[in-house]
């Protein structure tokens, strides 16, 4: 028999329990509990743009096909045909008329629904194909982040992103007057559990320690942009339902705001001398002030971080083994010299050769291997715990180095595993 675990005493206001990242039983709950419940990020629309065009993802542990059918409309259909079982789809990203199961043929339109099943003698009065379609998720959109659902009684996503929303607005203006478009991605697999990542994208203390070899690898300027240690503008808040944004380069958070002091990087002056045959200095200096991205990083419970210029996407696999996604982000129609300068960068610090990645997937690795010893130690979650106070909305703010994302996390973490809302 199966007992349900105390969650109160799992995750504390200031710390939680080393078996949140080792008990096969609280993974089996979480995904129920959360990843079944909530809204889950899949898709960026600059990935479906045409009539026909298919993404695969998964919603927790479940394999899910993005799709743009004929009205333009976008699906969130599960991977299974409504047969036999088989997946329909094995290919990461395409453009087709539908799907049709490779084990009998039975074959599906965009949008679900089941078109043709081969040989139907001894399906009458058996079988009515308007039954019968694709399995769909509750679908929504906001500033072209595409999220799914299993939960048909879900609240709207704009309720659940909250006071996200306004730093989602933010995030967008990288594009400098063009839309955001998905470039590229490098995915791999790190040996810990999902939360471990979860947990990374605001902690700021890291940033420094982990990241030292890249900080040495770049252009002073690059460097001192993101000396943000002591700088007292580097907050971190709470934005509610588990997200939270950590606030890096202050100058940039809004990159509509520009006092005109801000030196642009010696390193982008072949960029300014080409762009300035076309467009005028303003126009200029707002496309390069932006190829660093936002300012700061966004955290969307449970599984997609907006991480200054790029997406990154987690997707638990195991209790103990977690896939990555970091998406690269580029200028939809912009200038093509820019978006291979925004690659270079990406792969500077994200790409497999980078430094960024593999430093950080190494830190995760051992995070999951030190828990294993000492299993009653607790993790904790209470940097910057005592000068944390509410801004003029109300969030929760503190150091961009203080651990106040964790703790929204956790929060969030503990009231949908309590009660699954």
């Not at 210029?309 to 939809?332: K, Y």
């Amino acid at each position: 028999m199966t007992t349900t675990p105390d969650i109160d005493s799992l995750a504390q206001d200031d710390r939680v329990s080393s078996a949140l990242y080792t008990d096969p039983a609280l993974f089996d709950l979480e995904m129920d509990r959360i990843f079944h419940q909530t809204w889950v990020w899949v898709a960026h629309e600059s990935e479906l743009p045409k009539a026909g065009d298919f993404r695969t993802a998964y919603v927790g542990r479940q394999p899910v096909i993005v799709t743009r059918d004929r009205r333009g409309g976008i699906n969130v259909l599960v991977n299974r045909c409504r047969h036999r079982g088989a997946s329909l789809c094995e290919v990461p990203k395409g453009n087709g008329n539908g799907f049709t199961c490779p084990y009998h043929a039975w074959s599906y339109a965009l949008d679900g629904k089941l078109r043709g099943i081969p040989y139907p003698d001894g399906y009458e009065d058996v079988l009515e194909k308007k039954d019968l379609g694709l399995q769909r998720l509750k679908v929504g959109v906001y500033a072209g982040m595409v999220f799914a659902s299993f939960n048909e009684d879900i609240e709207p996503l704009e309720d659940f992103l909250g006071g996200a929303r306004l730093w989602i607005d933010r995030f967008m203006k990288q594009g400098a007057g063009y839309p955001i478009k998905v470039q590229g991605e490098h995915r791999f697999r790190f040996r810990g559990n999902w939360k471990i990542q979860l947990e990374n994208t605001t902690d700021g203390y890291h940033f420094p320690i982990v990241h030292r070899s890249w900080m040495a690898s770049v252009d002073a300027e690059t460097a001192n942009m993101l000396s943000f240690m002591t700088d007292e503008k580097a907050v971190t808040h709470a934005l509610g339902n588990g997200h939270s944004v950590a606030v890096m380069v202050p100058e940039h958070v809004d990159l509509d705001e520009d006092d005109g002091t801000e030196q642009l990087q010696a390193r982008f002056g072949h960029i300014i001398e080409e762009l300035s045959h076309e467009f005028d200095p303003d126009r200029v200096r707002r496309i390069v002030r932006s190829l660093h991205g936002a300012g700061f990083n966004l955290n969307l419970f449970p599984n997609v971080a907006m991480s200054m210029s790029f997406f990154r996407v987690l997707r638990p696999v195991s209790v103990t083994e977690t896939e990555i996604r970091h998406v690269a982000l580029g200028l939809d129609g912009g200038p093509e010299i820019v978006n291979r300068e925004r690659l270079r960068i990406h792969e500077h610090f994200q790409g497999p050769f980078g430094f960024g990645s593999p430093d950080d997937s190494e830190a995760w690795d051992r995070v999951q291997r030190g828990v294993t010893g000492g299993p009653s130690t607790p993790i904790l979650v209470n940097r910057g715990l005592a000068r944390e106070k509410p801004n003029d909305l109300g969030q929760p703010t503190s150091h961009t180095t203080d651990e106040t994302g964790m703790r929204q996390a956790y929060a969030m973490w503990k009231r949908m595993m309590t009660d699954g809302k």
